[in-house]
């Protein structure tokens, strides 16, 4: 059986190859269709009668499993482990999913949690996790002892010690016989059908890169990346929120719910910035000097969101207010509450500006114009106009507006159909043996992630 796993900086997404559900459909109506055929009714039973039925039983669970498995889409599992902060004895360590929603009852867990990720700046490098949350993840699937290949996506530029030391996890820990890697965005780009040239844009977790892709193969000297992701960006944030309102550096999880959920693109970075210092000027101005009081209301109303944190005893889940609340309405959340402004569209801003943090790297747009100029001549207007977003980090509201703004009408961009799962979607329409001829391509000198 096979199993297809992107394995993402912030989660790993998993699912079976098509070919593979096809069968485990088969498999379980075979199963129902041979129990029928059975006689049954009273009378002695021998031993024998009663092997046949054991066996009868352990086919029906395999199959039953398996079509379980099959019913399974994607699955998407948290890629790290965690404990209670206030757990010094080495109590019970949570994994993957069970990082999510910890036992509330447990004071020492519910929403306290130090985690451990089993990648670090995009690379495995903490074995012993990756191990807990694929084991999960194979538990699952019910599957255990049931995987004997693995299609594994690897990003670009991975040093051969942590190929080596990925090889000996799947085959020595897991027991997992056969392993594929595959090179993520060629996956991103089967999943929009974008054909054989195109440029992905990968912003997730841990970077962000830009590959461009020639008759479905990664163009290894043109790939770039920028040292941007949504971990840096959700960083970023707990930093401004911390020395700008309330102390959240131990809450990196909380202020990662945040940034999904009130942080968005600026279409316009300078007129917005120029609005916003308005704004924010208006008390310290004589009154005859202030805008008219209609239009502060309309940049109060553009810029600020009012986020309620979670206390872990009421509200267990931080959540974005409606813009349209009365302040009245929730003065019982006052101690609760943030009102942001500048940092919901500055965070974002890092994926085209960099140097905001003192990074001397480009921005997304320069980086994507100096892929381009590195692909042949020929091919550069094919390529400009089948840019492609995936990943995480690309799900801001006006992201890909702007990008496509700041490119201008010489480049058209788009998402793929699912940023998130799109890749492992893609990987599941792989059958077996058309995964190790890609292997086989990627092994060549102009391909990556082999």
């Not at 559900?21 to 041979?34: F, M, P």
């Amino acid at each position: 059986m096979w199993l297809v796993i992107d394995n993402g900086g912030h989660a790993v997404k998993s699912g079976l190859p098509d070919a593979m559900r096809t069968a485990a459909t088969e498999a379980h109506k075979a199963a129902l269709e041979h129990a029928r055929q059975q006689p049954k009714g009273p009378g002695p039973v021998d031993g024998n009668d009663r092997q046949q039925q054991a066996d009868e039983e352990k086919r029906e669970l395999a199959a039953a499993a398996l079509r379980r498995a099959a019913d399974s889409t994607v699955l998407t599992v948290p890629n790290c482990t965690a404990r209670g902060k206030k757990d010094t004895r080495g109590g019970a360590v949570l994994v993957g999913q069970d990082t999510e929603k910890p036992p509330s009852d447990n004071e020492d867990v519910a929403g306290r949690l130090l985690f451990t990720r089993s990648l670090e700046r995009g690379y495995l490098i903490n074995l012993d996790t990756q191990q807990l949350v694929w084991e999960q993840t194979i538990e699952r699937f019910d599957l255990s002892g049931a995987v004997t290949g693995l299609v594994l996506t690897t990003p670009a530029f991975v040093p051969q010690e942590i190929q080596t030391a990925t090889e000996d996890l799947v085959r020595s820990n897991l027991g997992i016989k056969r392993l594929l890697t595959v090179h993520p965005a060629q996956l991103a780009a089967r999943d929009a059908d974008a054909g054989p040239f195109c440029i992905v844009v990968d912003a997730g977790f841990s970077f962000t890169h830009v590959v461009p892709l020639m008759d479905g193969r990664v163009f290894e000297q043109a790939v770039r990346r920028i040292d941007v992701g949504g971990k840096l960006l959700t960083n970023y944030l707990r930093e401004l929120v911390s020395y700008g309102q309330v102390n959240l550096q131990d809450e990196t999880q909380i202020v990662d719910v945040m940034k999904r959920q009130i942080c968005y693109v600026s279409t316009n970075i300078d007129a917005d910035l120029a609005a916003l210092a308005l704004l924010e000027r208006q008390p310290g101005l004589p009154v005859r000097e202030r805008i008219p009081l209609v239009d502060r209301h309309a940049l109060e109303a553009r810029f600020t969101r009012r986020y309620v944190l979670p206390d872990f005893q009421t509200i267990m889940e931080g959540y974005p207010l409606p813009p349209n609340t009365e302040p009245e309405e929730v003065l019982h959340l006052r101690d609760q509450m943030l009102a942001l402004r500048g940092e919901c569209f500055m965070v974002p801003e890092l994926l085209f500006e960099p140097s905001n943090l003192g990074m001397r790297q480009a921005g997304l747009v320069q980086v994507i114009q100096d892929v381009v100029d590195l692909c042949p001549r020929e091919l550069r207007p094919i390529l400009r106009k089948n840019i492609l977003l995936t990943g995480g980090s690309t799900l801001f509201p006006n992201f890909a507006k702007r990008l496509s703004n700041d490119l201008g009408d010489a480049y058209n961009v788009r998402h793929v159909p699912d940023p998130i799962r799109g890749v492992c979607m893609a990987g599941r329409h792989f059958a077996p043996a058309e995964v190790e001829q890609d292997q086989q391509t990627q092994n060549q000198p102009s391909a990556v992630g082999s």
